[in-house]
T-cell receptor
Framework: EAQVTQNPRYLITVTGKKLTVTCSQNMNHEYMSWYRQDPGLGLRQIYYSMNVEVTDKGDVPEGYKVSRKEKRNFPLILESPSPNQTSLYFC???????????????FGAGSRLTVL | AQKVTQAQTEISVVEKEDVTLDCVYETRDTTYYLFWYKQPPSGELVFLIRRNSFDEQNEISGRYSWNFQKSTSSFNFTITASQVVDSAVYFCALSEAWASGTYKYIFGTGTRLKVLA
């Protein structure tokens, strides 16, 4: 089944304890991205990657890191989480191609993160 | 700059009523794409429709229809004869062709639709 898999789905952690949310897709997609969803703010892009070893900042990158060493994986790293990073996180992927913006995003199921 | 506005934060209707969700966008590009996604109470994000800037033809899919008007920069979504299963948060999104080098999808803040039995 074509899908984007995120783990963990739920996590409660404490301020300053490094954590990684993994994201993996099995569709050979070139484009991958991370979003956070907060009440009243909709979905905001954190980071995106056009292909292996190519990453760039979205609209709200502060406090996050990413890497894209393999095409299928795009982990989101919180080096020192803070309470304002409590949120619902989504990973998504889509085809690349000549007009990557035309492509439909396939989303993971979401990861709910609470930082105390 | 890109922007998507969904002014309706929450809408409540009674089952079988028709409801329209508004989406207004801003872009400087001539080639762009508009999307609608649905987020049911279970939380996943489900793709509903994509429309490119050169295709203003309205689309109907069952009880769902979309009205794209470039003149007013709007891409509205209508559900006819709403059902309880339509209760969800609906997001409108915009993506430019990315010739400018920015590779972002911009989402609106979402409209929560509650359909009451």
């Amino acid at each position: 089944e074509a899908q984007v898999t995120q783990n963990p789905r739920y996590l409660i952690t404490v301020t300053g304890k490094k954590l990684t949310v993994t994201c993996s897709q099995n569709m050979n997609h070139e484009y991958m991205s991370w979003y956070r969803q907060d009440p009243g703010l909709g979905l905001r892009q954190i980071y995106y990657s056009m292909n292996v070893e190519v990453t760039d900042k979205g609209d709200v990158p502060e406090g996050y890191k990413v890497s894209r060493k393999e095409k299928r994986n795009f982990p989101l790293i919180l080096e020192s989480p803070s309470p304002n990073q409590t949120s619902l996180y989504f990973c998504a992927s889509s085809l690349g191609g000549a007009l990557p913006g035309a492509n439909v995003l396939t989303f993971g199921a979401g990861s709910r993160l609470t930082v105390l | 700059a890109q922007k998507v506005t969904q002014a309706q934060t929450e809408i409540s209707v009674v089952e079988k009523e028709d409801v329209t969700l508004d989406c207004v966008y801003e872009t400087r590009d001539t080639t762009y794409y508009l999307f609608w996604y649905k987020q049911p109470p279970s939380g996943e994000l489900v793709f509903l429709i994509r429309r490119n800037s050169f295709d203003e033809q309205n689309e109907i899919s069952g009880r769902y229809s979309w009205n794209f008007q470039k003149s007013t920069s709007s891409f509205n979504f209508t559900i006819t004869a709403s059902q309880v299963v339509d209760s969800a948060v609906y997001f409108c999104a915009l993506s430019e062709a990315w010739a400018s080098g920015t590779y972002k999808y911009i989402f609106g803040t979402g409209t929560r639709l509650k359909v009451l039995a």
